[in-house]
C-alpha cells in the first residue's frame, strides 16, 4: 500500500512500527550473542560431537521433535542436572539438527520438572522460562509437567534466541520425526 493511501496521522504509528519490527529481525539474526550465553557456548563447544556427550551422561531421546510452527531436534538430556534451580553453564539438555548422516548442535535446553518442588517461575539470563506445561509425548510423559528454556547459541533463530522452535532446523522425513503439536499449559499454584 502506497504511502500516500494511508492517513497521515498514522504515518508516525507505521513508522514506529516498521523500525520495531527491522530491530527485532536484525538483533534475532545476528549471530553475536550476550556475554554470558557465548561463556556458555565455548565450553560446550566440545558437543558439537555428540559422543562426547553421551560420555558426559547425556543420553539421545532418539526422535527429532517438530511442530507445526518450527523445529526443535534430537534432544539429549542429562538427566544428573535436572533439579529445582537451573544451572545457567550446564543445560539440562542439548538440542541437534540432523544434517545428512551427522548431528549438529543448535541449542541448549534447561527442563524443571513441577516434581522438583520448583515454586516460582524460574528465569535465566533476564528470560523466564516457558509454562508450565505438559510432558510432550512421546519423548515425556504428559504428565511430566514441567518449565523449560530453549537457547539456541549455535545456530541463529529467525524467531529469537530463547524461543521454543527454529523454522531454519529440519527433521528429515523419517521414523525417527516426531510431529508433535504445542504441549498444553498447565497451572502451578507456587508460581508467582
Request: contains cysteine; hydrophobic residues 40%.
Amino acid at each position: 500500500m502506497p504511502m500516500s493511501s494511508v492517513p497521515r496521522c498514522l504515518w508516525p504509528s507505521c513508522l514506529a512500527a516498521a523500525i520495531a519490527f527491522m530491530s527485532a529481525h536484525l538483533v534475532n539474526a545476528s549471530d553475536k550473542l550476550p556475554p554470558e550465553l557465548e561463556k556458555l557456548k565455548a565450553s560446550l563447544e566440545k558437543y558439537q560431537d555428540p559422543v562426547v556427550a553421551v560420555r558426559d551422561g547425556y543420553f539421545s531421546t532418539l526422535g527429532c521433535v517438530t511442530f507445526a510452527s518450527g523445529t526443535m531436534g534430537v534432544h539429549f538430556l542429562n538427566p544428573a542436572l535436572i533439579g529445582p534451580v537451573p544451572d545457567p553453564m550446564k543445560p539440562t539438555l542439548l538440542v541437534y539438527e540432523p544434517v545428512g548422516d551427522k548431528l549438529q548442535l543448535v541449542a541448549v535446553e534447561w527442563l524443571i520438572p513441577l516434581a522438583t518442588g520448583v515454586k516460582p517461575k524460574p528465569e535465566l539470563f533476564g528470560q523466564p522460562f516457558d509454562g508450565p506445561m505438559e510432558g510432550h509425548e512421546p519423548l515425556l510423559p504428559a504428565q511430566l509437567h514441567h518449565y523449560d528454556l530453549h537457547a539456541w547459541i549455535f545456530k541463529p533463530n529467525p524467531l529469537g534466541l530463547f524461543h521454543l522452535v527454529n523454522p531454519d532446523v529440519k527433521c528429515p522425513e523419517g521414523p525417527y520425526t516426531l510431529l508433535e503439536e504445542a504441549p498444553k499449559f498447565v497451572p502451578h499454584h507456587g508460581a508467582q
